[in-house]
Nanobody
Framework: QVQLVESGGGLVQPGGSLRLSCAAS????????MSWYRQAPGKERELVAT????????NYADSVKGRFTISRDNAKNTVYLQMNGLKPEDTAVYFC?????????WGKGTLVTVSS
């Protein structure tokens, strides 16, 4: 059974940091590019960051460049999103996404709220 389980969300003040984790199981993690998406209330889901299967290439949304870092530990089947300098507009549900040439999977999301 495929599972992507996000954790690490919560309430943080503007300027603060959080690290999200996504634990994967039920598929061959090393074969999948991993991404984080987010969806704010009333808005469409958007891509935040992507990391290739071998970790050699990353891509970030312009709104998070220089503040967020995506990484993966293939030994632990886990992908991370380090978020620094958080802003109120980063408030959203953050979803983990796994993609290969043949299929893709979504996690259920973790809520990040940036507020004073």
């Amino acid at each position: 059974q495929v599972q992507l389980v996000e954790s690490g969300g919560g309430l943080v003040q503007p300027g603060g940091s959080l690290r999200l984790s996504c634990a994967a199981s039920g598929f061959t993690f090393i074969n999948y590019a991993m991404s984080w998406y987010r969806q704010a209330p009333g808005k469409e889901r958007e891509l935040v960051a992507t990391l290739t299967s071998n970790g050699g290439s990353t891509n970030y949304a312009d709104s998070v460049k220089g503040r967020f870092t995506i990484s993966r530990d293939n030994a632990k089947n886990t992908v991370y999103l380090q978020m620094n300098g958080l802003k109120p507009e980063d408030t959203a549900v953050y979803f983990c996404h796994a993609r290969s040439l043949f299929d893709y999977y979504w996690g259920k999301g973790t809520l990040v709220t940036v507020s004073s």
